[in-house]
């Protein structure tokens, strides 16, 4: 069973900060939060990972807080290549190696 | 660095049959994890294998099965298809640190008629 809640889809203008938010009341100390993202018919795309601390690459930022207990990810820019379905995830590697995916958000980028 | 590959792209069987789903992971990954997606279940896990071993599995009828080469290249067979079986096959590779990120294959489209 996924062990996240995600809004089920969100809308978000071309040009602006797209903020998805993500549940996580029962994590674990050793799980991290992971973020994929799937354009229709695709792989998922790995996007962005964190602990505790706040992340940033060049695709996202994530955001959690300091309970652990839900996270955001951003999109600073959003465009319309954006447009995807976005899961998040809790995901240990010690002896489960499964990631476990949610139904996610279906976010949608407005010219 | 090259994606993870899979073979075929698409592929169209027939119920009864048996069809064999290929992935190539990432150079110098040496896990590989299987994935069925459908519209009704969403992405599931059905197993991974690390130096040519399961080690684990999700919850998937026996006629799901699989197996790793020695050049971490990996297969999946389907046998006795049946019209539930058609869905996104995908394949995701790590190298098998821990929490190392799985990367995701483009999958192979199976429709089973």
């Known amino acids: 069973d996924a062990k996240t809640t995600q809004p089920p889809s969100m809308d978000c203008a071309e040009g602006r900060a797209a903020n998805l938010p993500c549940n996580h009341s029962t994590i674990s100390g050793n799980e991290y939060v992971y973020w994929y993202r799937q354009i229709h018919s695709q792989g998922p795309q790995y996007i962005i990972h964190?602990?505790?601390n706040n992340e940033t690459n060049e695709m996202a930022s994530l955001i959690i807080t300091e309970d652990r207990k839900s996270s955001t990810l951003i999109l600073p820019h959003a465009t319309l290549r954006d447009t995807a379905v976005y899961y998040c995830i809790v995901f240990s590697s010690f002896g489960n190696e499964k990631l476990t995916f949610g139904t996610g958000t279906r976010l949608t980028i407005i010219p | 660095k090259a994606g993870v590959t899979q073979t075929p792209r698409y592929l169209i069987k027939t119920r009864g049959q048996q069809v064999t789903l290929s992935c190539s992971p990432i150079s110098g990954h040496r896990s590989v994890s299987w994935y069925q997606q459908t519209p009704g279940q969403g992405l599931q896990f059905l197993f991974e294998y690390f130096s040519e071993t399961q080690r684990n599995k999700g919850n998937f009828p026996g006629r799901f099965s699989g197996r790793q080469f020695s050049n971490s290249r990996s297969e999946m067979n389907v046998s006795t298809l049946e019209l539930g079986d058609s869905a996104l096959y995908l394949c995701?590779?790590?190298?098998?640190?821990?929490?190392?990120?799985?990367?995701f294959g483009p999958g192979t489209r199976l429709l089973v008629l």
């Open positions: 995701a590779s790590r190298w098998s640190g821990d929490q190392e990120t799985q990367y």
């Open positions: 964190g602990l505790k």
